[in-house]
């Protein structure tokens, strides 16, 4: 009997690439959201730090230049971490786009899988009954003890 071939193979092999190119870029939206949330962690606590000077310096142990300078610090920490947090929303967005595509993929590439599962059973099922069938067809041979 000729060996099985499932005739969506490249199908099917299109679907599963598919899947993991999406996989891959989940897994990079998922790091590149950890860098950005480890980011706005350090701006912070950077932020913290600049409000301690600040207050250090409003009771008089530092000049008014030196006070405007740290108000600016802050502002300009304050202006990007409202980038990195605009940044978070459209990675975030990213990311349910991205996993609503990816679970439709993995839906269609498993229907496709499971087709080729009942196919292949189906081959496995012929080829015993062909087997069984040629047996069957086949003459008894005796072992020669002369039994008739």
């Not at 499932?6 to 899947?19: D, G, M, P, W």
């Not at 790091?31 to 000077?53: C, D, H, P, S």
Request: proline letters at 1%.
């Amino acid at each position: 009997m000729k060996k099985f071939r499932f005739r969506l193979e490249k199908l099917l092999n299109i679907r599963r690439q598919a899947e993991e190119d999406l996989a891959r870029k989940l897994s990079s939206l998922g790091a590149e959201k950890r860098n950005i949330l480890r980011e706005l962690g350090e701006m912070g606590r950077e932020r913290q730090g600049l409000v301690q000077t600040r207050s250090g310096l409003q009771k008089g142990e530092l000049t008014l230049p030196l006070v405007e300078m740290n108000r600016y610090q802050i502002q300009v920490l304050e202006r990007a971490s409202e980038r990195r947090l605009a940044r978070l929303d459209e990675v975030e967005s990213e990311i349910r786009r991205t996993r609503e595509v990816f679970l439709e993929r993995s839906r269609e590439r498993k229907a496709v899988d499971k087709l080729r599962e009942k196919r292949h059973r189906e081959y496995l099922q012929q080829e015993r009954q062909m087997e069984r069938k040629e047996l069957d067809d086949q003459p008894w041979r005796g072992s020669g003890t002369g039994i008739a």
